[in-house]
C-alpha cells in the first residue's frame, strides 16, 4: 500500500507515520527526516538543502525527486511506503505520481491530519528529539523519561518564528493538495489530529481497514 500523510507541520505525521510503518510492516519515507539525515552527514545535498530548512523554506523539487527516487528503489520499498512530508506542492505530487506508474503503482489512500494552528504553534515550540533513537517528545504532552529528557535537541526550524513561516508555506504551497487529491479520486480521509496520539492512530488504522475491506 501506498499511502500520504497530509498536514501542517507538526500536525503528528511523524509519530503516526512511524506507528503506521510498524503496523503495516511497509517504510515511512520522510524527506525532512533524510533531509536532517543528509544535514547531519555533512553531504552536498545536506549543505544545499540546510539553507532552505533554515528558513523554513521548501527545499528544491529536483533535489526531492532524486531523494525520493533513490529511496523507492530500495528493498524494502517494493511492497509499499508512508509519505510523510512528501509531496508538500502540486508539482511533486504530479512526479510522484509518475514515479510509482513506473513501478506500476499508484497512491491507495491520503489521510489528512488536521489541527488547528494555535495548537500546532503550541507542540511544535514544545517538541524535542532524542538525537541517539530519532524517538520525538514534547514537553508538556508527551513528556521524555528522566533518562532520555537531558539528551534531547529542538530542532533548529521549530523555533517559533521560523514556525510561523513554515505554516505560511505550508497554506500556499501544500494545503492546495487537499483539493488535488480530493479530486483525483483516490480515498481520501480527514482526522481529527487534536487528540492523543493513540485515539488518533485507532481512527485512521480503522478508516484504513474500511477502505481494505471495500476493495474488491
Ligand atoms: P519536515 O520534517 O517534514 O517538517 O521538514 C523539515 C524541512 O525540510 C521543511 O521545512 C523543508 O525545508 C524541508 N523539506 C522536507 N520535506 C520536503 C519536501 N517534500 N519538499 C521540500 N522541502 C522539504
Redesign the pocket.
Given at each position: 500500500m501506498d499511502l500520504i500523510l497530509l498536514g501542517a507541520?507538526?500536525a503528528g505525521?511523524?509519530t503516526q507515520g512511524a506507528l503506521l510503518a510498524e503496523k503495516l510492516g511497509i517504510p515511512k519515507i520522510?524527506?525532512?527526516?533524510m533531509?536532517?539525515d543528509a544535514v547531519r552527514q555533512g553531504t552536498a545535498l545536506g549543505l544545499e538543502?540546510k539553507r532552505?530548512?533554515d528558513?523554513?523554506?521548501?527545499?528544491?523539487?529536483e533535489?526531492?525527486l532524486g531523494m525520493?527516487r533513490e529511496r523507492l528503489s530500495q528493498a524494502d520499498a517494493v511492497g509499499g511506503a508512508i509519505f510523510?512530508?512528501?509531496?508538500?506542492?502540486a508539482a511533486?505530487a504530479e512526479s510522484l505520481g509518475r514515479m510509482l506508474g513506473e513501478l506500476d503503482r499508484s497512491i491507495d489512500a491520503v489521510v489528512s491530519i488536521d489541527v488547528p494552528e494555535d495548537a500546532i504553534v503550541e507542540r511544535m515550540t514544545g517538541r524535542r528529539t532524542d538525537p541517539e533513537t530519532g524517538r520525538v517528545y514534547h514537553l508538556v504532552h508527551n513528556p521524555p523519561s528522566a533518562e532520555v529528557r537531558d539528551r534531547l535537541v529542538q530542532?533548529d526550524?521549530d523555533r517559533e518564528e521560523t514556525v510561523r513561516h513554515?505554516l505560511q508555506?505550508y497554506r500556499t504551497a501544500t494545503e492546495p493538495l487537499v483539493a488535488y487529491y480530493r479530486a483525483s479520486g483516490v480515498p481520501f480521509y480527514a482526522v481529527d489530529g487534536d487528540r492523543p496520539i493513540e485515539q488518533v492512530q485507532e481512527e485512521i488504522l480503522d478508516l484504513l481497514g474500511n477502505d481494505a475491506s471495500t476493495t474488491p
Open positions: 507541520p507538526g505525521k511523524g520522510a524527506t525532512g527526516d533531509l536532517r538543502a532552505f530548512m528558513a523554513g523554506e521548501l527545499v528544491p523539487d533535489v526531492i525520493v510523510d512530508g512528501y509531496p508538500r506542492n511533486q530542532r526550524d513554515r508555506v
